[in-house]
C-alpha cells in the first residue's frame, strides 16, 4: 500500500516542478539582465514528504532528485514567461534505498509573469506562485533555488512535499 502511495505522491510532485511561480516590484536593471531566451541546464532537489491516508500518518521520510535528459527553455520577455519542453525527473526516496524512480516530463509548456526584485524572481502562472532566490547570475548563466510545499489530496489520501531545489540556467 504504501509502494502505491508514494508512486501516486511522486507524480503529483512531478507537478510542482512543471508549475511553480510569485510577484513583486520590479528592478530594471535586473529584468533586462533576465530577459532572453535561458536553457534549462539542471535541476537538483531535495525534501521531505509525509503521507496522510484518512488523517493517519503513512510514511514520511526524505527525498533527492534531479532533473536528466533536459530540452526545457525559459523564455523572459518584458513580464512574460514562456516555459516550454520535458525532462526526465529521478528521484530516491530513503524508504527505498538505491531504487531510483525516473519519470518523463513531456509537453510541459506554460504560461505566466515574472518580475525581479533585488536577488528575488518572482513568478506567478495559473497554478499559482513562487519566489525564487537567485544565487548567481552572469550573462550567460543564473543558478536560483526555490523552496515549495505542495500538498495533494485524492480519494481520502494527502501528501505533503517540502522541497528546494537548485534550478541551473544558460542562455
Known amino acids: ?47 521531505k514528504y509525509s503521507a496522510y491516508q484518512q488523517g493517519e500518518l503513512l510514511d514520511e521520510g526524505t527525498f533527492t532528485g534531479k532533473a536528466s535528459e533536459i530540452s526545457m527553455t525559459f523564455e523572459f520577455k518584458g513580464d512574460q514567461l514562456v516555459a516550454s519542453g520535458s525532462f526526465n525527473m529521478t528521484m530516491e526516496y530513503d524508504l527505498f534505498p538505491g531504487v531510483v524512480y525516473k519519470v518523463p516530463v513531456s509537453g510541459s509548456n506554460f504560461t505566466g509573469t515574472w518580475e525581479a526584485n533585488g536577488d528575488k524572481i518572482y513568478f506567478q502562472t495559473l497554478s499559482g506562485a513562487e519566489e525564487a532566490q537567485i544565487i548567481s547570475q552572469t550573462d550567460n548563466e543564473l543558478v536560483f533555488k526555490m523552496s515549495s510545499t505542495m500538498s495533494q489530496a485524492a480519494i481520502g489520501a494527502e501528501n505533503v512535499f517540502e522541497m528546494d531545489g537548485v534550478y541551473v540556467l544558460n542562455k
Open 1 to 47: 500500500m504504501k509502494n502505491t502511495f508514494t508512486h501516486f505522491f511522486f507524480l503529483i510532485l512531478c507537478s510542482v516542478f512543471l508549475f511553480s511561480c510569485g510577484n513583486d516590484d520590479n528592478d530594471p536593471q535586473i529584468t533586462s539582465e533576465l530577459e532572453g531566451v535561458w536553457s534549462l541546464k539542471s535541476m537538483d532537489y531535495d525534501g
